[in-house]
């Protein structure tokens, strides 16, 4: 019940050494978060992104939510419904398949489970400049 949702991946690109960008689009299920990228508390395991393939990676992470946890002054900083992750990064070689991970931790209700991992992949397609 708490696994990711689904991964969509949407990526283009060029030759090696070009830059590449490639969007991720995670459905976290209904009733459920994961931590964002850089969560407020160190016991917490943040949301990572992890890229094979590019070089000279840049990833930018969704703002996150603010989440009330009932405790005065303590609030939770989470991902939820649909969240957005953008990669850019230069073609490492002429392999148009870029793959990586997604660690994540997820929560449902008051309870945050053991970190998780899911996979993605995405085929570039070739961008051709225009004349």
Known sequence: MADMGSISVTGLGTRAGYRATIVLYIDIPANTHIEAHEPPEPTLIPTVVEVEGLHDVEIDYPPPRRKDIGIPGA??????????????????????????RIRYQPCVGGACLPARTGQWSAVLQRMERAS
């Open 75 to 100: 609030e939770l900083l989470v991902y939820d419904d649909r969240i957005r992750v953008e990669v850019r990064g230069r073609l490492a070689g002429e392999e148009h398949t870029i793959r990586g």
